[in-house]
């Protein structure tokens, strides 16, 4: 094949060339311009992203710290409440324990008091009962008979008193 140069082809390459200098002077330095803004605005919206998913990790990082210190103080609470729950009751039990054993010492000294006031009367009771047999004694004079009927009514005189 051989190679044929014409004019038309001559023209051709010329016009060719002449398009890429006007191309060159009239529409890549704006086609390079727009080119370039756009990549500064993917590289512009790619760092702000990139700010703003920081931005939400130190946000979750700090949201988990904050759930973690409340957990922290909600144990701490239910600790420092349980154990002052326990102290109360403690506190309740042993103020129990005193209002019985006051109670006790109470109506132990009450019964004492009783019993020394029973014994008294019974006492009296018993010198009275003393005297009367003493007395019938000396005006009936001392038989078996009469001792043995003295006996008998000092048992059911006795028996017939209130205790």
């Known amino acids: 094949m051989e190679l044929k140069f014409n004019a ?7 016009h060719f ?11 890549y ?4 311009r727009i080119l370039e803004e756009r990549q500064k605005l993917v590289a512009d919206r790619i760092a702000q992203a990139e700010q703003r998913q920081a ?8 949201m988990e710290a904050e759930l973690r210190r409340a957990r922290e103080e909600a144990q701490q609470i ?5 154990k002052a729950s326990e102290q109360q009751a403690q506190a309740i039990m042993d103020a129990a324990k005193e209002e019985a054993a006051r ?5 132990m000294t009450d019964i004492q008091r009783e ?19 003493a007395g019938k004694v000396i005006r009936e004079g001392l038989t078996a008979e009469a001792q043995e009927k003295l006996i008998q009514d000092a048992i059911s005189e006795v028996k017939n008193l209130p205790c």
């Open 8 to 14: 038309t082809l001559l023209a051709q390459i010329f």
């Open 17 to 27: 060339l002449l398009l890429l200098v006007l191309l060159r002077l009239v529409a």
């Open 29 to 32: 330095k704006p086609l390079m």
């Open 55 to 62: 931005e939400a990790e130190r946000i979750k990082a700090d």
């Open 78 to 82: 239910i600790e420092r409440a349980t």
């Open 103 to 107: 109670l006790k010492e109470s109506a």
């Open 115 to 133: 019993k020394d006031k029973a014994l008294a009367e019974l006492k009296d009771q018993v010198a009275n009962l003393a005297i009367l047999v």
